[in-house]
């Protein structure tokens, strides 16, 4: 007896409130919205449309904790914000994960970068996981070949284009190359060499 149902062009439910359970709002009788004990589900597109204030916030009673805007005034949930910017803004860490639950990289409220760590002691940390395959670390260049790369304790540095690695430096020492081969070594328990080249055997320890 309590239960409200309001039907549209005569048969098609469109809005169903039914006492101790929750509002439901149907779209051409599909449920589009729906109030339940936890909350709100929505199905389907949810559209934000307005001159001002265009945002999500979220709070913990009266406290603001985080919210993303797109901004419509300069200054707008991030100071500095400029209008059209996305801003998007945590009270405390900011986390990030892809494939499941585990952190994949954050933000502390220091402005610090962690990725592969939950703990960002540096202004940008990556840390690997130990691997032998090429590659596998972290690169940087212009494309997936042409790049400097640091795998496990390994770094190899390049120049332009192509694979070659022009500088190596390891746990044994560092290789300069010319093309593939080593025109300059230099190693911590064996000294310096030059090879094709006039000199050789300089002793000088690193």
Same mark, same amino acid.
């Given at each position: 007896?309590?239960?409200?149902?309001?039907?549209?062009?005569?048969?098609?439910?469109?809005?169903?409130?039914?006492?101790?359970?929750?509002?439901?709002?149907r779209?051409?009788? +599909?449920?589009?919205?729906?109030?339940?004990?936890a =909350?709100?589900?929505?199905? &389907? %597109?949810?559209?934000? @449309? *307005?001159?001002t204030?265009?945002?999500l916030?979220?709070?913990?009673?009266?406290?603001?904790?985080?919210g993303i805007?797109?901004v419509?005034?300069?200054?707008?949930?991030?100071?500095?914000?400029?209008?059209?910017?996305?801003?998007?803004?945590?009270?405390?860490?900011?986390?990030?994960?892809?494939?499941g639950? +585990?952190?994949?990289?954050?933000?502390?409220?220091? =402005?610090d970068?962690?990725? &592969? %760590?939950?703990?960002? @002691? *540096?202004?940008?940390?990556?840390?690997l996981?130990?691997s032998?395959?090429?590659l596998?670390?972290?690169?940087?260049?212009?494309?997936?070949?042409?790049?400097?790369?640091?795998?496990?304790d390994?770094?190899?540095?390049?120049?332009?284009?192509?694979?070659?690695?022009?500088m190596?430096?390891?746990?044994?020492?560092?290789t300069?190359?010319?093309?593939?081969?080593?025109?300059?070594?230099?190693?911590?328990?064996?000294?310096?060499?030059?090879?094709?080249?006039?000199?050789?055997?300089?002793?000088?320890?690193?």
């Open positions: 007896a309590d239960d409200f149902l309001l039907y549209v062009q005569g048969s098609e439910l469109a809005i169903q409130a039914v006492g101790n359970a929750g509002v439901i709002l779209h051409n009788n +599909v449920v589009k919205f729906e109030t339940t004990n =909350g709100v589900e929505v199905f &389907g %597109n949810v559209d934000l @449309d *307005s001159s204030n265009l945002r916030r979220f709070y913990n009673g009266t406290a603001f904790k985080a805007e797109s419509r005034a300069a200054g707008n949930m991030i100071s500095g914000s400029a209008i059209d910017d996305l801003a998007i803004r945590s009270q405390s860490n900011m986390l990030f994960s892809a494939g639950s +585990v952190e994949m990289m954050r933000i502390d409220t220091a =402005g970068v962690a990725i &592969g %760590n939950t703990s960002a @002691d *540096s202004k940008f940390k990556v840390e996981k130990p032998v395959a090429v596998a670390g972290l690169r940087i260049g212009y494309n997936s070949t042409s790049a400097n790369y640091f795998d496990g390994t770094q190899y540095f390049r120049n332009g284009a192509g694979t070659t690695s022009r190596l430096i390891n746990s044994t020492g560092a300069i190359k010319n093309s593939t081969t080593s025109n300059l070594q230099l190693q911590s328990d064996q000294g310096t060499w030059v090879e094709n080249d006039v000199i050789s055997n300089l002793n000088t320890f690193v």
